[in-house]
């Protein structure tokens, strides 16, 4: 019974960190006037929400969903989205994993957080340890 109401705990804990994140990100769309900034700090700003709730170690991923890309996250702990003018794009939190942005590069489409050390980038390829 105490493994269930941990479990239990655990989502609401998650949920409830993702609901503050979207609230965060839904305030940057009026803060930032052009979309490099605001892809930019929209990562940013999860970036350190999610570091505090999750710790040092943990990885913020935005891209822009009109894009085409291969993700393979591992331990994710969150997902919300973004819109900026007409503009979708994903807000993932996670551990670890493996992003590929098949699409155009550059701050207007994607941006990641992590601690410096934690990711190889071979264009548009990231690996993420």
């Given at each position: 019974?105490?493994?269930?109401?941990?479990?239990i705990?655990?989502?609401?804990?998650?949920?409830?960190?993702v609901?503050?994140?979207?609230?965060?990100?839904?305030?940057?769309i009026?803060?930032?006037?052009?979309?490099?900034?605001?892809?930019?700090?929209?990562?940013?700003?999860?970036y350190?929400?999610?570091?505090?709730?999750?710790g040092a170690?943990?990885?913020?991923?935005v891209f822009?969903?009109?894009?085409?890309?291969h993700?393979?996250?591992?331990d994710?702990?969150?997902?919300?989205?973004?819109?900026y003018?007409?503009i979708?794009?994903g807000?993932?939190?996670f551990?670890?994993?493996e992003?590929?942005?098949?699409?155009?590069?550059?701050?207007?489409?994607?941006?990641?957080?992590?601690?410096p050390?934690?990711?190889?980038?071979?264009?548009?390829?990231?690996?993420?340890?």
């Amino acid at each position: 019974m105490q493994e269930v109401i941990a479990a239990i705990t655990a989502v609401v804990l998650v949920a409830a960190s993702v609901y503050a994140l979207v609230g965060i990100i839904r305030e940057e769309i009026y803060r930032d006037p052009n979309r490099a900034a605001f892809v930019k700090h929209v990562s940013e700003e999860a970036y350190m929400a999610a570091k505090q709730e999750y710790g040092a170690d943990i990885k913020v991923m935005v891209f822009n969903l009109q894009q085409n890309y291969h993700k393979d996250f591992k331990d994710e702990k969150g997902y919300t989205s973004a819109m900026y003018k007409g503009i979708t794009y994903g807000v993932w939190i996670f551990g670890s994993g493996e992003f590929t942005n098949l699409g155009d590069g550059g701050y207007i489409n994607w941006c990641f957080q992590c601690k410096p050390g934690k990711f190889q980038r071979n264009g548009g390829h990231v690996i993420f340890s």
